[in-house]
């Protein structure tokens, strides 16, 4: 026994089936908020039918505990079981060959089986053992071997018969039906349901085989709470679960606690285990007599059950229980096999007309032509998704199929769904529980699968499932659940098993997995189509990420030719210092800060206002934070610093730049500071190639004359300007001259912007934006034709071997008087779409939308 621990410290068989929370306290009574935690794995009792001995490993193999049924089976009284060994009982010849059984058993199946020969009042009777390790022990079970325990001429029959069924049956509710009856005959029990569990662990019988005069449960619902966690956890070690007698009365095991380990016997894995007193009552209140429970079990996953019931006690042999647990995990594993094979052959059928839709668009150039073959696809589109109705969005028209949403409504949700989108998709079966506006619509779109087919997601197909008012047919009411008793309220059997219906609202059927398994079929396809749109994105990720790349080396030469302290943090981890950083922390040269927590230099008192900076800064980019702050040297001394935060990119993700002075430091040190935190605060807001203002200024920016221009009730101008077929410019000129043919566009835009007055950023890749107040149609209109026109004259060749073909820009705008009801965002977009019809009608155009 010495070595327990160590044989057995990562033993499946632990004392972790209680919930999370650590079990139920032995003062708090069970209820509906916690019968979870019903601890079943260690009752100390057994079922009467067989007794239950635990027996040392070590040589000699002494019974330390044993149910107090001894004396009727066995003919001995357990007290003088107890401290004898087991050779005693069994003889030694016996003995070694349960010895030599394997006793590392992880679950039911694993069990190994002996029948042993035991005198009893002078009299040898045979005994159906079953022998398992529990936390160190060698738990041995003996149940009266019946007549027919060796009688083995009707198992081959029986298994081909059950085989030949399963072959004959076309589809998985067959196939679970002919198992029923096939257990049924076997175990000669009243009913025989195969139950499956749902993904939150709700119960539904989806086959059953009953005795003629029974009323019927197929198809009737149970609660997850019907089979709590642990019991759930116990299915899954122990495959199948006999109760002779309902209405047994449980035998104690002695003594109580196990020697091993002071705690009471775990019998995770016991045949003879007592069940659930509330699992009883249960069973009572339906009339039950007698149970068999087999799991049904793949991968690992409990995913059902099959359920036997008889109305009187009954017991069933060994050889039949396991040859039924042999077949259970055949039909679980069979069951499986179909269902992978329906679910195949249905995904072929549905790429068979993702094909078709896709034609739609790969086949035509016309954007009139594909409109109309949607509308003659319209069945084929809803039933590719088993949807009620659908909408597509394609060169800014907005077709509806079916039961939709209206059109300004599928055109918000559209804009909610783009947010909410990872790799171009998005699907819900609560739509209303996640956006409030869809509470409207819910019975006709309580589900929606979107799917952007464009980068900007200007174009995209939302399908939709309307709201189940789900009917559920449950065994019993909830709410009868509780009854008052004298000691209190507490959880018990429903009483009464007439059905109660549920209804289930705000939510659609979920969506499957083989319909979200054509999806990228539909994108792979469907993008190819927004060609010049991908061309476009395509371009703008590269000059973004060059864009960066300048912008890091800014960033990473700053802090090298500055005299002040730099530190680089990424993940609140410091990944790059220049030396003054070394120097003013007291590092050593020989040792490094890379990889450190940048709170490790700052005191215990500052930290809560540093990590608000850290989480303000991750919130808003283009934050800039500067002040006082209390750090620590390498050593732990104090350091009263200045401080200066910025967010930035570096490495391609998000970070932030801490910039540092001693307040002591000499005035010369002191303006160095303030330099290096100015040209810092310069670098964030504009734009490394061009100079020109970056995004971020730029919004700051219309934010502010977005509130001017509401306040004062003044027009306001934003023009989209845009490098036509850039793309194609980049792969001629190489990168270097797609940057100097920006800069060169830059420049023009920027001496325009001064005569008008505008303000110019560029706003990424190859488009630019300029945002000016109070001009009026005319003025907008020789704005945007003298960008246009300015581009023009500036005659850069589009290829270096032909003379004819220079670069122009398209040129999209939006003049409006900004209303309460919009919000700045609103104008980007419409100038985005003014800018798309600009291109779509030859390019070198304006188009400005009033």
Known sequence: MSDFKARNENDPLNRTLLNESGGLDPKESLDLTNCDKEPIHIPGLIQPHGVLLAVTQDKDNIIVQASRNTDTLLGIEAEALLGTSMAGLVGASQLQALLERSVNAKESADLQYIVLHIEVGGVIQHFFSIIHESEGLM??????????????????????????????????????????????????YDRVMIYEFDEQWNGKVVAEAKEPGLEPFLGHHYPASDIPKQARELYLRNWLRTIVDVHYVPVPIIPVLQPLTGKPLNLSLSILRSVSPLHIEYLQNMGVGATTTISLIHNNKLWGLITCHHYSPKYV????????????????????????????????????????????????????????????????????????????????????????????????????????????TYCTSRLSLEYESAKAYKDKASGVLYLALSPGQQNYMIWFRPEVVEIVDWAGDPAKAVIQENDGVRLSPRKSFEKWRQVVQSTSLPWKELHLNILPQLKSILRGQTENQLRQAEEQALQNARSLRHNEQRYLQLMELSPVAFFMITDDHIVYTNNRALEQMGVEKDQTVIGEPFLKFVQDAYRPAMKQYFFELSRNRSQFVSGRGQFLTADGQPLEMNLTLASVIHGGK????AVLSKGSDTEAKGEAYTSATSQLQSFLTTDSLTDLPNRQAFESELAQKWT???????????????????????????LKGGDLCIQSVADVLNLIGRHYHSFVARFSGATFILLMTGADAVQAQQLAESVRKGVYDLQIPRDRYEEEGVVTVSIGGLLRVPASANRPSHFIAESEKALYEAKSGGKNRVVIFK
């Open 317 to 424: 042999p060994h050889r039949i229980r396991n040859l039924c647990n042999f077949l259970g995990s055949f039909f679980s594993s069979e069951l499986y096999q179909r269902q992978q094979l329906d679910t195949y052959q249905t995904e072929l059928l549905l790429r068979t007309k993702a094909a078709r839709i896709a034609g739609v668009f790969t086949g035509n150039s016309s954007s009139f032509r594909v409109i109309e073959q949607l509308g003659e696809e319209e069945q084929t589109l809803l039933e590719l998704m088993d949807a009620s109705g659908a909408a597509v969005c394609y060169q800014d028209k907005l077709m509806l199929y079916g039961t939709t949403p209206s059109l300004e409504q599928v055109r918000e949700l559209a804009g909610w769904l783009a947010g909410k989108t990872k790799d171009y």
């Open 139 to 188: 738990i041995v079970e003996l149940e009266p071997a019946s007549d027919d325990e060796s009688d083995d001429t009707n198992d081959f029959e029986w298994i081909r018969t059950f085989f030949g069924r399963m072959k004959q049956t076309a589809s998985r509710m067959e196939a679970s039906q002919a198992a029923a009856e096939q257990v049924k005959e076997m175990l000669g």
């Open 654 to 657: 998000p970070s932030i730049m």
């Open 708 to 734: 001017d221009c509401l306040r004062n009730q003044e027009s306001l101008l934003l023009l989209s300007v845009d490098i036509d077929n850039f793309h194609s410019y980049n792969a001629v000129h190489g």
